[in-house]
C-alpha cells in the first residue's frame, strides 16, 4: 500500500469516473492514482457500487422515475421493455410477461409551470397502504411523468387495480394533476400480447 | 509526471524497479512479481476508467506491465526511478492504440503470461445485491433516478440533467447526496452481516 497525504475526495472522484472532470484534471486524478492505492481503492468500490445499481436496476428489482430518452436507450441496448402509455386522467389494461425486463408507464399530465411534482400509488390488492413519491424529477417540456416500476415484483402480482396520483406542489398547498388506472392482468395472456 | 516521480523516490514500486534493471534478465522474479502486484491494478483502473471494458482494460494491464518489464529487464528503462511515469506513458499510449483499432500485444502477452497471473490482484468486494436494492430504494425518487441514470451507462451530469430538466451542478449535489447516502446504507449492511 502506498501512503499518500492529499487524498482525493469522493467528489472528485465521481466526476472522474462518470466524464464530469475537465481534461486537467482527469489527467491530474490519472497521475494520482498512478500512486497511491487508498484512492484507487475508493475508485474500485465507486465502480462496483455503480455495476451494483446497473445491476440491480436492470433486474427489475428497484423503481426509478426517468426519460423518455433514456428508456429508448435501454431498448437500444436490447432490453425488453414492455411500455404503456395512459392519457391524461386515463387507464390502461396492462400485464407484464417473464421474458420482459422492464415495465415503464408513461403518464401523460400538463406539467408546464408545475415546480414540484409528487405521486400517490395505491393498489386494489393493499387498500390501506398509500405510496407517495415525494419530488419525482421531470422535465416539464415533456408532457408527461415516466415511471420505471418495480418489475420482479409485478411479476409476482396478482390481478389488481393501480392508481396513481400526479399532484403539483406548491408553497400554498397541492393540486391534483391526474389520475391514472391501471388494470393489471397477474398471469401474462392476451392483454400481454395485444400490447406488444 | 515529473511531480509523479518526484513523489515515488524510494517508494516500493521504484525500489523493485531497481531490482530488476540491476538484476540480469529475467532473474529478479520476485522484484518482477512485486512489481506486478504493486502497478498491475493501478493500470488496470486507468483502463477501466478510459476503455470502459473490464476485458480491455484487463488486456491493457497486461500488456503495460509486459512491456515495463521487459525494459527494465533489457536495460531500455534508463531511469527506474521513473517507472511511474514510464507505467503512465503506456497506459495512455495503449490506450490511444486500441482507440485506433491496433493490435500489436499478443507478442507479449504469450511472453509474459506465465509472469503475469491476475490472481492477486485487489478487486472491489462484491456487494450485496438485494441489500443494494433495498438502499437503493430507500433514497428519495430524484436521488435514485439520478443514480440510476448516472450508473447504468456511466453518463455525465449534463447528459442527465438534459433528460430530467435539471442543472449539470443540480445533478452532480443530487448524485453526491445519493452517493453518500448509498455506500453508508451499504456499508451499514455489511458491517451488520
Redesign the interface.
Given at each position: 500500500m502506498?501512503a499518500?497525504s492529499d487524498h482525493l475526495s469522493?467528489?472528485v472522484l465521481?466526476?472522474?469516473?462518470?466524464?464530469?472532470s475537465d481534461p486537467a484534471t482527469t489527467d491530474a486524478v490519472?497521475?494520482h492514482?498512478?500512486?497511491c492505492?487508498a484512492c484507487?481503492?475508493l475508485?474500485?468500490?465507486?465502480?462496483?457500487?455503480?455495476?451494483?445499481?446497473?445491476?440491480?436496476?436492470?433486474?427489475g428489482?428497484?423503481?426509478?422515475?426517468?426519460?423518455d430518452?433514456?428508456v429508448q436507450?435501454?431498448k437500444g441496448?436490447g432490453l425488453r421493455v414492455r411500455e404503456y402509455r395512459v392519457p391524461h386522467n386515463g387507464s390502461v389494461n396492462c400485464a407484464v410477461a417473464p421474458e420482459d425486463d422492464l415495465l415503464v408507464a408513461h403518464l401523460e399530465a400538463p406539467l408546464q409551470g408545475v415546480e414540484r411534482l409528487d405521486a400517490l400509488a395505491q393498489l386494489s390488492i393493499a387498500p390501506d397502504v398509500q405510496h407517495r413519491?415525494?419530488?419525482?424529477?421531470?422535465?416539464?417540456?415533456?408532457g408527461e411523468a415516466l415511471y420505471i416500476l418495480?418489475t420482479a415484483e409485478m411479476k409476482q402480482l396478482p390481478d389488481h387495480t393501480a392508481q396513481f396520483t400526479l399532484l403539483a406542489v406548491h408553497p400554498g398547498g397541492t393540486k391534483e394533476l391526474g389520475r391514472y388506472t391501471f388494470h393489471h392482468q397477474g398471469v401474462a395472456g392476451t392483454a400481454v400480447d395485444r400490447a406488444r | 509526471m515529473q511531480a509523479l516521480d518526484a513523489a515515488a523516490t524510494d517508494s516500493p514500486e521504484v525500489q523493485a524497479a531497481r531490482r530488476i534493471a540491476g538484476a540480469a534478465p529475467g532473474e529478479a522474479r520476485e522484484a518482477e512479481a512485486e512489481l506486478y502486484r504493486l502497478l498491475a491494478p493501478r493500470a488496470r483502473r486507468y483502463g477501466l476508467r478510459h476503455l470502459r471494458d473490464a476485458h480491455a482494460a484487463a488486456d491493457l494491464m497486461q500488456q503495460v506491465m509486459g512491456l515495463t518489464i521487459e525494459r527494465l529487464r533489457s536495460g531500455r528503462l534508463r531511469e527506474p526511478e521513473r517507472v511511474l511515469s514510464f507505467v503512465l506513458g503506456a497506459c495512455r499510449l495503449t490506450v490511444m492504440d486500441q482507440r485506433r483499432g491496433e493490435r500489436r500485444r499478443e507478442d507479449l502477452l504469450q511472453r509474459y503470461a506465465d509472469l503475469l497471473s491476475p490472481a492477486d490482484l485487489h478487486v472491489a468486494p462484491r456487494l450485496d445485491r438485494q441489500r443494494l436494492a433495498d438502499c437503493l430504494e430507500r433514497l428519495p425518487e430524484r436521488e435514485r433516478s439520478v443514480l440510476v441514470m448516472s450508473f447504468y451507462d456511466d453518463q455525465p451530469s449534463e447528459e442527465v440533467g438534459r433528460q430530467l430538466g435539471l442543472s449539470a451542478g443540480n445533478v452532480r449535489v443530487i448524485r453526491h447526496r445519493g452517493v453518500d447516502k448509498l455506500r453508508r446504507c451499504v456499508d451499514a449492511g455489511r458491517r451488520a452481516a
Amino acid at each position: 500500500m502506498n501512503a499518500v497525504s492529499d487524498h482525493l475526495s469522493i467528489d472528485v472522484l465521481l466526476d472522474y469516473w462518470l466524464h464530469d472532470s475537465d481534461p486537467a484534471t482527469t489527467d491530474a486524478v490519472d497521475e494520482h492514482l498512478m500512486r497511491c492505492d487508498a484512492c484507487g481503492e475508493l475508485l474500485d468500490g465507486l465502480i462496483a457500487l455503480g455495476e451494483g445499481v446497473r445491476g440491480v436496476f436492470t433486474a427489475g428489482a428497484v423503481p426509478a422515475m426517468a426519460s423518455d430518452a433514456f428508456v429508448q436507450h435501454l431498448k437500444g441496448q436490447g432490453l425488453r421493455v414492455r411500455e404503456y402509455r395512459v392519457p391524461h386522467n386515463g387507464s390502461v389494461n396492462c400485464a407484464v410477461a417473464p421474458e420482459d425486463d422492464l415495465l415503464v408507464a408513461h403518464l401523460e399530465a400538463p406539467l408546464q409551470g408545475v415546480e414540484r411534482l409528487d405521486a400517490l400509488a395505491q393498489l386494489s390488492i393493499a387498500p390501506d397502504v398509500q405510496h407517495r413519491l415525494q419530488d419525482i424529477p421531470f422535465d416539464p417540456q415533456a408532457g408527461e411523468a415516466l415511471y420505471i416500476l418495480k418489475t420482479a415484483e409485478m411479476k409476482q402480482l396478482p390481478d389488481h387495480t393501480a392508481q396513481f396520483t400526479l399532484l403539483a406542489v406548491h408553497p400554498g398547498g397541492t393540486k391534483e394533476l391526474g389520475r391514472y388506472t391501471f388494470h393489471h392482468q397477474g398471469v401474462a395472456g392476451t392483454a400481454v400480447d395485444r400490447a406488444r | 509526471m515529473q511531480a509523479l516521480d518526484a513523489a515515488a523516490t524510494d517508494s516500493p514500486e521504484v525500489q523493485a524497479a531497481r531490482r530488476i534493471a540491476g538484476a540480469a534478465p529475467g532473474e529478479a522474479r520476485e522484484a518482477e512479481a512485486e512489481l506486478y502486484r504493486l502497478l498491475a491494478p493501478r493500470a488496470r483502473r486507468y483502463g477501466l476508467r478510459h476503455l470502459r471494458d473490464a476485458h480491455a482494460a484487463a488486456d491493457l494491464m497486461q500488456q503495460v506491465m509486459g512491456l515495463t518489464i521487459e525494459r527494465l529487464r533489457s536495460g531500455r528503462l534508463r531511469e527506474p526511478e521513473r517507472v511511474l511515469s514510464f507505467v503512465l506513458g503506456a497506459c495512455r499510449l495503449t490506450v490511444m492504440d486500441q482507440r485506433r483499432g491496433e493490435r500489436r500485444r499478443e507478442d507479449l502477452l504469450q511472453r509474459y503470461a506465465d509472469l503475469l497471473s491476475p490472481a492477486d490482484l485487489h478487486v472491489a468486494p462484491r456487494l450485496d445485491r438485494q441489500r443494494l436494492a433495498d438502499c437503493l430504494e430507500r433514497l428519495p425518487e430524484r436521488e435514485r433516478s439520478v443514480l440510476v441514470m448516472s450508473f447504468y451507462d456511466d453518463q455525465p451530469s449534463e447528459e442527465v440533467g438534459r433528460q430530467l430538466g435539471l442543472s449539470a451542478g443540480n445533478v452532480r449535489v443530487i448524485r453526491h447526496r445519493g452517493v453518500d447516502k448509498l455506500r453508508r446504507c451499504v456499508d451499514a449492511g455489511r458491517r451488520a452481516a
